[in-house]
């Protein structure tokens, strides 16, 4: 089945710092790439969409010049967390959709990401 | 607005059957899926419904009703594996996808 990488899975960084997630489709071109970001014991919440070749439409209340979404091909996007302050720290999620509006979203493992 | 509800908890018994129920009223309709997440994962596939009617995959039943904005996910001869949060979300009519909150499911022995 389609296979998303999601890299790194852990990442501790400090505060005032930048990190970088990448979202890889392994076996399919992913011309479409949504990240997430969930805090425990809550639902999904869309932070954008990433478009190949053009520029991510973020959701209402997301910070466009704070993260950073990058979708330079159809296999790759980041999610680039930059200034990263204690609040950020969460659950962030990619996914990737492959052909076809009614495909369904394939899951990368996800990154949990703690600013000290 | 657009919203998705389903149960915040459910607790069944080892072996067992149990309907996690999900209702929804969006701008438009587009198809409905159900994901599994366990805790600390990402949500991982389970079924997607359309039309009308009854999906089965194994031990994993879906049911949609677009007349009623209603879903259904049954669970049969429950394992301790099983013990997950169950997501429902709709597509809408801009092919955006809009999430529940979750059900956890505990299973107990």
């Known amino acids: 089945g389609a296979v998303v990488s999601q890299h790194p899975s852990r990442v501790i960084c400090k505060s005032g710092t930048s990190v970088k997630i990448e979202c890889r489709s392994l076996?399919?071109?992913?011309?479409?790439m949504f990240w997430y970001r969930q805090f425990p014991k809550q639902s999904l919440m869309l932070m954008a969409t990433?478009?190949?070749?053009?520029?991510?439409?973020?959701e209402q209340g997301v910070e466009k010049d704070k993260f950073l979404i990058n979708h330079a091909s159809l296999t790759l996007s980041t999610l680039t967390v930059t200034s990263a302050h204690p609040e950020d720290s969460s659950f962030y999620i990619c996914?990737?959709?492959?052909?076809?509006?009614?495909?369904?979203?394939?899951f990368g493992n996800g990154t949990r990401l703690t600013v000290t | 607005g657009q919203n998705i509800d389903q149960p915040t908890e459910m607790t069944a018994t080892e072996g067992a059957i149990v309907q996690i129920n999900c209702t929804y009223q969006?701008?438009?309709?587009?198809?409905l899926f159900w994901y599994q997440q366990h805790a600390g994962e990402a949500p991982t596939f389970l079924s997607y419904?359309?039309l009308d009617g009854l999906e089965e995959k194994g031990r994993f039943s879906s049911f949609l009703s677009r007349s009623k904005g209603y879903s259904y996910l049954l669970l049969k001869e429950l394992q301790m594996k099983d013990s997950a949060s169950y997501l429902c979300?709709?597509?809408?009519?801009?092919?955006?996808?809009?999430w529940g909150a979750g059900t956890k499911l505990i299973i107990k022995p």
């Open positions: 996914s990737a959709r492959g052909t076809g509006e009614v495909s369904p979203l394939h």
């Open positions: 969006t701008s438009g309709f587009n198809g």
């Open positions: 419904n359309v």
């Open positions: 990433s478009n190949e070749g053009s520029k991510a439409t973020y």
């Open positions: 076996d399919f071109q992913a011309t479409t």
């Open positions: 979300a709709v597509k809408d009519s801009n092919y955006q996808l809009i």
